[in-house]
């Protein structure tokens, strides 16, 4: 796995907007607070899911939950700069 904290944050907070839009286009009856929620979190498994694969034993310290602390306002950040003001109306434009 890729140790470079600005290059996992950077691919993180893509995957969160990415995400974003994807359930925007997908789901637009899903209010905005829970989308930006879930996808600033949702990508936290799969950097967990990669360091759990790595390894045999994992051991999260201080440190460890901090970076993720970063990462989940780095994720909803991207959420809100990707799809933050987008009302109903126009999450059912982009579901055509």
Do not use: C, Q
């Amino acid at each position: 796995m890729i140790d470079d904290p600005f290059v996992i944050t950077a691919a993180y907070a893509a995957g969160a907007a990415a995400l974003s839009f994807g359930i925007a286009k997908l789901s637009p009856g899903i209010k905005r607070k829970w989308r930006h929620l879930f996808s600033g979190v949702a990508p936290l498994g799969g950097v967990y899911a990669g360091i759990i694969v790595r390894d045999d034993v994992v051991v999260l310290d201080g440190g460890d939950l901090m970076f993720s602390g970063v990462l989940v306002a780095a994720g909803i950040a991207a959420s809100l700069a990707a799809t933050g003001r987008l009302n109903s109306a126009e999450r059912s434009l982009l579901a055509r």
